[in-house]
């Protein structure tokens, strides 16, 4: 079974910076690709940032120059830091990934995290 573990959120001032970690478990080989998603009180999931195996990353506008997507391949995990943040960043940060290999099989997904909250004060 597939789970992704979400670590690293929290409160932070405006202009702070915090670090959200995700790792990906069960007997995986490879995710194809991995990303970040949030969701605002009232507002639709979105995407923040996703990385693809060979590192290549695509961002939302909004986030360009502040928030920074890495993985290490080897540990199925990706981080997001994210810094000067601001009380529009406030949200649930969801992990995402898709293309899974476990062994033989192929899955599609996609497969999401819990969660984990970020709230940014004025």
């Known amino acids: 079974q597939v789970q992704l573990v979400e670590s690293g959120g929290g409160l932070v001032q405006a202009g702070g910076s915090l670090r959200l970690s995700c790792a990906a478990s069960?007997?995986?080989?490879?995710?194809?690709?991995m990303g970040w998603y949030r969701q605002a009180p009232g507002k639709q999931r979105e995407l923040v940032a996703v990385?693809?195996?060979?590192?290549?990353?695509n961002y939302a506008d909004s986030v360009k120059g502040r928030f920074t997507i890495s993985r290490d391949n080897a540990k199925n995990t990706v981080y997001l830091q994210m810094n000067s943040l601001t009380p529009d960043d406030t949200a649930v940060y969801y992990c995402?990934?898709?293309?899974?290999?476990?062994?033989?099989?192929?899955?599609?997904?996609?497969?999401w995290g819990q969660g984990t909250q970020v709230t940014v004060s004025s």
């Open positions: 995402n990934a898709r293309g899974i290999y476990r062994g033989s099989y192929y899955y599609t997904g996609p497969f």
């Open positions: 069960g007997s995986i080989s490879r995710v194809n690709v």
């Open positions: 990385v693809n195996t060979d590192g290549s990353t």
